[in-house]
């Protein structure tokens, strides 16, 4: 072989090597062929989108409702019969909290067929907090009851309270509170 045929060769193999150290130092440091990023040898890459939340745990509560009209076979307290109506809650240890929130949290007069009075004061009478001591549960609420539109409404906000917390086996007796202060929660104790 000549001179110059053997520096061409050396040329074409120093260049080739070149390329080679240029190529293994660009993937070290972390660049693909197609210039992705890859992880480095020995890691997990994270996942392209974030994975999503587990599904929160949940828990069913049942709220009291009122038939006003005397369709079903529920229990009768004051002008009406009692309906529970199920209601699903983010798991938690306060289950009560979440009934009573829950039943506060209604905006709907009418349920389907069921009367819900608790929406009708949501203006003026607002929930709190509960506790469960011995077997009472504490019911602190503020405001003032509204929305009265006949005898039969007096009761119909403490009713409902009560049966949402009734339903609870910890629970055998209600105190309900107004501003701090015990009410029967009724016209001549409803703090308006």
Do not use: K
Not at 4 to 27: D, E, K, Q, S
Not at 101 to 119: D, Y
């Amino acid at each position: 072989m000549d001179t110059t045929g053997r520096n061409i060769l050396i040329a074409v193999f120093i260049v080739l090597l070149i390329g080679l150290v240029v190529w293994a130092a660009w993937t070290r440091n972390g660049e693909s062929t197609n210039g992705a990023r890859t992880p480095p040898i020995g890691t997990i890459p994270p996942p392209a989108t974030p994975p999503p939340p587990p599904p929160a745990a949940t828990a069913s509560v049942r709220i009291a409702l009122l038939d006003t009209e005397h369709v079903t076979t529920g229990p009768e307290r004051g002008c009406d019969r009692l309906v529970m109506a199920t209601y699903t809650v983010s798991t938690t240890t306060m289950h009560l909290t979440a009934a009573l929130g829950t039943l506060f949290g209604l905006e709907e007069e009418e349920i389907g067929s069921w009367h819900n009075f608790i929406a009708r004061t949501n203006d003026t009478l607002s929930f709190d907090r509960a506790l469960v001591e011995d077997g009472t549960a504490h019911i602190y609420l503020s405001g003032s009851l509204s929305g009265l539109a006949g005898v039969c409404d007096g009761p119909r906000a403490r009713i409902q309270i009560e049966e949402t917390a009734l339903q609870f086996p910890t629970v055998q007796t209600v105190q309900l509170y107004l501003n701090e202060q015990p009410t029967t929660l009724t016209p001549d104790q409803s703090g308006s």
